[in-house]
C-alpha cells in the first residue's frame, strides 16, 4: 500500500493537489493522511504564558482544524469513491514543515503531495516558504501542483540529471510507481555545456537506463542555462510532469532561494516531483 500525505490550509490550491494526486494513483490501493497544521492568530507570549484573554483560543483554532478535515474527508470520499483508497485526518499546533517530518517519520509516508502556494497560488512553479521548507526537509519525494492545473496523465515525464548521483530502483520508486501505472515515457535530459562526463558520470547513466529500461528515453541538450533548457524542451515536446533529485549538485537551492532566479522565473505550469537523495 502507498501512503500518501497530503497538507492542506483548505484553500482551492491544496484541493487542486490532493485531487490530482486521488487521481493520480486511482488505480493502487492507497492511504491518504490529510493533515493542516495551524497557529492561533494571536499566538505569542502572552498565549504561552496562558493569559485570560487568550484562554480558549488554542481549543477552538484546534475543532475548527478537525471540523474542515473531516468535511473535506467526506467530500473526498463522495466525490472519488474508490474503494482502493483510505483516508486518516490529523490537525496539529504545529509549523507545517516540522509536523510534515513528524508525520512521515511517525506514519512511513511515500510522497508528499502539495500545493505550491496557499489560497494565492500563481499559475507557475513559483514556491511557497513553506512549499521550499517542506521540499528542503523532506526525507521523501514531494510532489508540488501547480496553482489551477487540471490533472493531465503524466504520458511524458521530463527528468533533468547531471549524472553526478547514483539511482537505483529503491531511490527511484516514487518515479517508478507512476510510470508503471501509467506507461509513461520518461525523457532523461543532460544539459551539456561543453564538457564530457566523467567516468562516475557514465557508470550513473548506465545504471539510471538500467533501471528505466524501456520507458527511458536519453535526451544531450546543448545549453549555459538548464532552466532555459527545460523550458525549451516543453515547448518542443508536451511534458505532463517534471522530476528532479534534490541534491547538492542540483540548481533547486539556488532556484528557490536566490532572488535573481526568482526574477527570472521557473515557467514550469505542470506537477513537479522532487526526489530527495
Known sequence: MTRILLPTDFSENSLTAIRYGLTLYKDLKCSFFLLN??????YHTEYLMGSPAQIGLGDIVQQNSQDNLENLKKKLEKEFENPLHTFTTHSALNVLSSEVARTVEAEGIDVI???TQGATGAKEIL????TVH???NSKCPVLVIPSGFE?????QILFPNDFEVSLNKESLASLLKIVNSHVSQVNVMHVYTGNELTIVQKKNREQLANVLTENGFFHEVKSNEIITAINEFQIKQKINLLVMVQNKHTFLERLFIEPVIKKIGFHVTVPFLVIPQ
Do not use: A, D, F, R
Open 127 to 130: 514556491l511557497s516558504t513553506n
Open 151 to 155: 490533472y493531465e496523465v503524466p504520458e
Open 37 to 42: 497544521s495551524y497557529m492561533p492568530p494571536v
Open 113 to 115: 503531495i502539495m500545493g
Open 134 to 136: 517542506v521540499i528542503k
